[in-house]
């Protein structure tokens, strides 16, 4: 059974706190991903990596940082969080092939106040 | 690079009828759309998906059209039951490396009414 599973499914912060969010896959995927839900805005990319200790920037990158030390394990990091970061963040996995299908964890709704 | 867009935002039918859900995308080398299915509080799930060389997909009460020429690709649901209830994605998937992720559309929310 595919699994791509988030630390936590609900988040309260404060402004300024340093924020962990931890994506953990079982399936060897290659490439892994963050994206952010909000309401009409759809899934908007924050980070992708497709190999341990690479990265890349998506669409919304600003006041985030990521990182990738092992294969199964990607975290997002908010290094000061604001209250404009408050959102559900999705984690996600693909495997290398062109056409394999992209699995998604169940989200983590963050709250900074 | 690759912009994808999607109509409506919004969607209800009642019970029983037909879902139409249109997307349209700028790069015409994309070769791979997938459509996902958010219920609510749920993750986005893969539903139905189509490769560039194929014109219609079905799957049961589901099908998927693509139109290279006019670059737009359509989600269509039948006979719509209240567990259809929800926000649907699709994507492109550009082919410029293999690294290149997904672009997603910005969703359609469907409320089937009972």
């Known amino acids: 059974d595919v699994k791509v599973t988030q630390s936590s499914r609900y988040l309260v912060k404060r402004t300024g706190e340093k924020v962990f969010l931890e994506c953990v896959q079982d399936?060897?995927?290659?490439?892994m991903f963050w994206y952010r839900q909000d309401p009409g805005l759809g899934l908007r990319l924050i980070y992708f990596?497709?190999?341990?200790?690479?990265?890349e920037k998506g669409d919304i990158p600003e006041g985030y940082s990521v990182s990738r030390e092992k294969k199964e394990r990607f975290s997002l990091i908010l290094e000061s969080a604001s209250t404009n970061q408050t959102s559900m963040y999705l984690c996600?996995?693909?495997?290398?092939?062109?056409?394999?299908?992209?699995?998604f964890g169940p989200g983590t709704r963050l709250t900074v106040t | 690079g690759e912009n994808v867009e999607q109509h409506p935002s919004t969607l209800s039918v009642q019970e029983g009828d037909s879902a139409v859900i249109k997307c349209t995308y700028s790069?015409?080398?994309?070769?791979?759309f997938p459509w996902y299915k958010q219920e609510l509080g749920k993750r986005p799930q893969l539903i139905i998906d189509?490769?560039?060389?194929?014109g219609e997909k079905k799957d049961q009460r589901i099908a998927v059209t693509l139109n290279k020429t006019a670059k737009h690709f359509s989600l269509h649901i039948t006979e719509t039951q209240p567990e259809d209830s929800a926000v649907y994605f699709c994507?492109?998937?550009?082919?410029?490396?293999?690294?290149?992720?997904?672009?997603f559309g910005k969703g359609t929310r469907l409320s089937v009414i009972a």
């Open positions: 990596s497709y190999d341990v200790k690479m990265k």
């Open positions: 790069d015409s080398a994309s070769n791979y």
């Open positions: 189509i490769r560039s060389n194929v």
């Open positions: 399936m060897d995927h290659e490439n």
């Open positions: 994507a492109a998937y550009p082919p410029s490396t293999r690294n290149t992720p997904l672009v």
């Open positions: 996600a996995s693909k495997g290398a092939g062109v056409l394999e299908e992209q699995y």
